[in-house]
């Protein structure tokens, strides 16, 4: 029973170094960053307004279907 202890503690360790190598990695090579998608965001009033209608339209559909 210890030994099978010591190898799961063993193996969550060595999952648990390849998470944060695999995470600093990802910061390193800019993986997380999309400065494209926050300076091209379409936030005109009518993007919004057709945003807007969509949402009414999902609401109505999901409200007849229950029906």
């Known amino acids: 029973m210890n030994g099978v202890l010591m190898m799961m503690i ?22 997380f960053d999309d400065d494209y998608k926050f300076t091209t965001l379409n936030d005109s009033e009518e993007a919004l307004n057709d945003a807007y209608l969509l949402e009414k339209r999902k609401e109505e559909a999901l409200k007849n279907k229950k029906q």
């Open 10 to 31: 063993g193996v969550s360790l060595i999952a648990l170094f390849l998470a944060i190598c695999a995470l600093l990695w990802g910061i390193k090579n800019k993986q």
